[in-house]
């Protein structure tokens, strides 16, 4: 719809253009049943996408075919087509955006490129994306177009996948800005431009401010007020008053840029937490490295046994804490800092003998650091054995026995290496031994006690109300007996909860393929993350028990993702070919560092799921960096079902 400077109100449909003229109360419709346009008549085809008035007062109507110019004295149109030498040639314009430049010329944003129109000459000049030249557009689908506010050569268009397109028209080159800039999703709906020079726009994941000439986001989501972190095509929208609106697939959001504040304050920076060897240390027992809290500690001395430690910490700004950020180093050892966005957790292990500084600085909400942090010193005493006598005997030493020693040792390791792996199967198939057996009786014996009590409650229940006139005696009795039968119900569907993180019966009951489809389905269920899942029939490929380590490996990614990643789309693969099963889970969260990770909290799930892919006769790998998600890939052999 549009309002065109005389105060008419016009409206374009799929069927045809329809005038109002306000002021008189009448009304008129232009129409055409022809298949190819007339320019005589009403020449859309029947199909009208976008309306547009330029500073001469002259209506533009974009269809599938071109753009038409209104002329009111004639009361007809002009048609320009896109393509002039194909009679039957459409463009894919669902969700076209007119601009108008200081020079007069009109461009026009489609699914198929961005077209310049010169309306003097009635030509057009066409930018498509060309993956041979990386001064190309870099995506076809142009939804949204804004000039910028301090360059009147350069245009900003917002793509449908391919991220924030900046256009020279000096140099007629483009250069982008995706989510490695900055940018918090690639799809870009619309673009409004604020008094400051920032520009807004509506993506699909959040709201972001964008200041061109430092060319820096600041992103907003539903933690902000969102109405979702989803937004429309076409929803978006600009008041004479300043105020911005952008519609969503939960309804809109409408405010003021002057309103939104950053929040300016550093944040202070403490220690909260100190272990060793995963273990809390505290002041108070006996030989602690600590002599008071770790809060107030500023140099801590360790022996060689305790080079394995973490440290944990926070930033004292609690505006959003979800989304203050964290960097540490610790000097003489990191090369530089270590960049951890929303983690409050450093972890280091087999640190060599020496001194060093440990370093972690952090930020508010809205990215103000404290860059001078917290610190504390660390000494890391030798072990007596790195002593230079020690060594200068152990030289001597082993140049004597070297040859008696290297084969028997070299045999003693492999043979531990045996043991370890056996035993890491074992304690594998006894964990699901164990879980099989409580699963089962907590169902059967618990489930069935829990059971029986609520239903002789609820029969108890009924024979009291069959008694005549004693409701009142009564009324205290049937409560009871109504919170019996509740409490019992309660138990029983913890029960049954249990019962299937311990042991998923489904997966005897229905097959490998569809109980990971449920389990998929219950984790979807339990949160925001969006998944996208393709699975290959897996029934019959594995024997029981290697079907329980199959699944649980799928089961802990995707405890880990939604513990830890805090992703918005996970991918998940299982493609069966030939003698081969792969595996793939990948999501788009904030990532970690694999290597760091073996040390913390969730390190043994990535050692099970390591183990239960040896079990299985394939291989595990892991793929993370921190900001860049994760990328868990498991590929199993299936010559034969193994036992």
Known sequence: MLQDKTGALWAGTDRFLLKIDLRQGKAEQFISTDVRPDPRKFPFGNIVYKLFEDRAENLWAATLYGIYRFDP?????????????????????????????????????????????????????????????????????????????????????????????????????????????????????????????????STNNGISRFDPRSRTFKNFDKKDGLQHNEFNSCAFFKSTSGELFFGGINGFNAFYPSDVKDNPNPPPVVLTDFQILNKEISFREKDSPLKQTITETKEITLNYEQRFFSFEFAALDFTEPGKNQYAYQLENFDKEMVKIGTQRRAFYTNIPPGTYTFRVIASNNDGFWNNEGATIKITILPPFWLTWWFVTLMVVVVIGIIFLIVYPQISKLRFEKEIQEAFAGQLIEEQENDRKRIAA????????????????????????????????????????????????????????EIAYYLRPSHLERVGLTSAIGEMIERVADSSEIEFDVKITELDGVFSPQNEINFYRIVQ????????????????????????????????????????????KSRGFGLKGMSERARLLGGTYSIKSSVGEGTMVRVKIKNDEKRD
């Not at 169902?443 to 108890?460: E, M, T, V």
């Not at 409560?479 to 119900?489: K, N, V, W």
């Not at 996970?570 to 889970?585: A, F, G, P, S, W």
Request: charged share 25%.
């Open 73 to 201: 004295v004639r009361n007809d149109f002009t048609e320009y087509p896109f393509d002039p030498g194909a009679e039957d040639k459409a463009m894919d314009s669902s969700y076209p955006a007119i601009y108008e430049d200081l020079d007069g010329f009109l461009w026009i944003g489609t699914a198929d490129g961005v077209f310049r129109f010169d309306p003097n000459g009635g030509t057009f000049k066409i930018y498509r994306h060309d993956s041979q030249n990386p001064n190309s557009l870099s995506h076809n689908a142009v939804r949204t177009i804004a000039p910028d506010p301090f360059e009147p050569n350069v245009l900003w268009l917002g793509t449908a996948g391919g991220g924030l397109n900046r256009f020279d028209k000096h140099t007629d080159a483009f250069s982008v800005l995706t989510e490695k800039n900055g940018l918090p999703n690639n799809v870009i709906y619309g673009i409004l431009s604020d008094d400051e020079g920032n520009l807004w726009m």
């Open 556 to 599: 802990e990614s995707l405890n880990n993702i939604i513990k830890h990643s805090g992703a918005a789309l996970v991918k998940i693969r299982i493609v069966r070919e030939n003698d081969q099963v792969e595996l793939t889970i990948k999501d788009n969260g904030q990532g970690f560092v694999p290597e760091t990770a073996k040390e």
């Open 441 to 496: 009786e907590l169902h059967d014996g618990i489930g069935q006690s829990l059971l029986i009590i609520k239903n002789r409650a609820f029969l108890g229940e009924k024979l009291i109300h069959k008694e005549t006139g004693q409701e009142q005696k009564i009324e205290s009795v049937l409560e009871q007996l109504d919170e019996i039968s509740g409490s019992a119900t309660e138990a029983l569907e913890q029960v049954r």
